[in-house]
């Protein structure tokens, strides 16, 4: 014989009284009013009834289901205030403020520095973190006996293959299909095998950028990156070449640029000269330009390259270059 809806509801308050659980009341609801359930069965019984009596049998059924459902939600409040208490969670209490995503510190200065550029006509590039040695080395005019080469200082995963110790290998990638003029940057993370420490890590961030066409020289390059560190440090910013060596540049200068933490009188930050290492640069060598198919007496060019975590650590005072990648919520927050 089917059920009659009285005693359908009779069954379904004992059995909800009866449930200790929110899983148990779960198979419950499904049991009573999932696609196969006891309310659906009663609406299939309607089938058999004269159509005169159809209309009052749907809205007691209707009626029934409503019922059902109010207090079944009634008794799952009851079940799930039991069991937030077991846990030690007062559902009285107001909720807890969720804290929304935000860009990481190095994020936001490699921004500034593409933005920076970006008004200054520099286009943004990209390359493999896998890279070949020809593009890494040979093409940089790298000699076989420089010590980079070394896996010391290198990470190679093949004989050939190796993660980039910096990004000039953009620079050549994009000079091999594109002709002059040339204004580029190019950030992102480079290797190197060294032992993390409180200004180095076997993993950074970099942007080198490149200008090649006619008639590009060393007044340039000074006047390129005077702007770009007055734009991030300040108007009143001033910078100096030392003289340096690197593969890919002659001449190659290093870049200092004045200490904004003490005005230039000297500080702990600048080791009390007045000024502040920021990276390398100089006009390229005559020797990247024939492996790429560029007319050395026609075209120069300067590059220059800076490391992002460098400037994001003077910018917010951070003395350790690690505290970047340790994902400390105390000092993401502030930013």
């Known amino acids: 014989m089917p059920e009659t809806p009285e ?14 659980s929110a899983a148990g009341l779960e198979e419950i609801r499904h049991r009573y009013f999932g696609r196969k359930g006891k309310i659906n069965e009663l609406f299939g019984q309607m089938r058999d009834l004269p159509p005169d009596q159809r209309p009052a049998m749907g809205k007691a059924i209707n009626d029934l289901r409503a019922a059902m459902e109010s207090e079944f939600q009634q008794r799952m409040q009851e079940v799930q205030d039991v069991e937030f208490r077991g846990i030690g969670i007062d559902p009285t209490l107001p909720g807890r403020k969720s804290y929304l995503g935000h860009l990481h510190p190095l994020t936001l200065v490699e921004a500034e520095i593409i933005d920076i550029f970006g008004h200054m006509g ?8 896998a890279e ?10 790298t000699p076989i006996w420089h010590p980079a080469r070394d896996e010391t ?18 620079q050549v990638r994009v000079m091999e299909l594109q002709d002059p003029p040339v204004r580029m940057i190019a950030p992102g993370r480079v290797y190197r095998n060294e032992k993390p420490d409180a200004t180095h890590g076997a993993m950074f961030m970099q942007v080198e950028g490149l200008y090649v066409d006619v008639g590009v020289d060393m007044a340039e390059l000074k006047g390129t990156l005077l702007e770009f560190y007055r734009h991030l440090f300040g108007p009143d910013t001033q910078i100096r070449f030392r003289p340096h060596y690197f593969p890919f540049t002659e001449p190659s200068a290093e870049v200092d640029v004045s200490c904004f933490l003490c005005n230039s009188r000297g500080c702990r930050v600048c080791k009390n000269t007045g000024w502040l290492e920021m990276g390398g640069s100089g006009m390229v060598d005559p020797a990247v330009f024939q492996g790429v198919g560029y007319d050395a007496e026609k075209y120069t060019g300067f590059a220059f390259g800076l490391g992002v975590e460098r ?4 910018k917010f005072g951070i003395e350790d270059l690690r505290m970047f990648y340790e994902n400390d919520l105390r000092l993401l927050r502030q930013f």
């Open 7 to 20: 005693l359908i509801h009779r069954n379904f308050q004992s059995d909800i009284i009866i449930a200790d």
């Open 122 to 129: 520099f286009v943004v590039e990209s390359g493999p973190e």
């Open 153 to 170: 200082d290198t990470i190679y995963l093949t004989e050939d293959v190796l993660l980039r110790t910096e990004t000039s290998p953009v």
């Open 311 to 314: 400037i994001a650590m003077l």
């Open 132 to 141: 070949t040695v020809h593009y890494n080395f040979d093409l940089l005019n």
